[in-house]
């Protein structure tokens, strides 16, 4: 009797050990609108080449709703955290990216990624995979907004200059109207600025 239960006790244990394998072995993922192929290799850790060997995929297009099979006993959910530096090799391209857009990303040059695609236009359709070339890396979006305020800065210090030289006018004059007037991404005319600097004269 005792050697039943042991041999019970036994069974069930490998039984679960092989299901807690399966487990890790094969991750079930649905895809999400918005999703690609490498969005999702991100996330779990692994390579598009190798969710496309498990899913037997013969292009890189998938639609919201699939069910495909993601990862290895390695495969970890990393959704919450960046791309390492460095640790990108080909990029997937998304609806509304272009060249530019993509090269800024990985911090190398258009003509740079053109040629590592052995591409002579700037057209490219999504779901298309581009390889990035050696020494690309991802640019975090902290780096990319440091960035923007940086040119900012340089936009509006130049504005200044300019109303000061140009009427003689107080600095901190300028800096009330501008201010209040200027944000990023906004186009600013010389003319407006001018005009309202004449009013407070």
Do not use: C
């Not at 040059?109 to 050696?134: C, E, F, H, K, W």
């Amino acid at each position: 009797m005792k050697k039943l239960a042991f041999a019970i006790t036994a069974t069930s244990g490998a039984a679960a050990f092989l299901t807690h394998h399966d487990a890790q072995a094969s991750t079930q993922h649905t895809v999400q609108s918005g999703e690609s192929l490498w969005s999702i290799a991100q996330k779990y850790n692994t390579s598009v080449e190798s969710i496309k060997q498990n899913n037997q995929l013969d292009n890189n297009l998938v639609f919201p709703g699939q069910v495909i099979s993601v990862g290895g006993s390695d495969a970890q959910n990393t959704s919450n955290t960046s791309p390492q530096a460095g640790s990108a090799s080909s990029h997937t391209v998304q609806a509304g990216e272009s060249l530019n857009i993509i090269a800024s990303r990985y911090g190398v040059s258009v003509d740079q990624l053109m040629a590592a695609n052995n591409l002579r236009g700037y057209l490219i359709m999504p779901n298309q995979t581009l390889q990035i070339p050696n020494g690309g890396s991802v640019v975090q979006h902290q780096q990319l907004q440091q960035v923007a305020m940086a040119m900012h800065h340089l936009l509006i210090t130049k504005i200044y200059t300019l109303l000061v030289n140009v009427h003689g006018t107080y600095l901190t004059v300028v800096l009330k109207l501008v201010v209040q007037l200027a944000h990023i991404g906004q186009t600013l005319s010389i003319g407006l600025v001018t005009q309202l600097m004449m009013v407070t004269k």
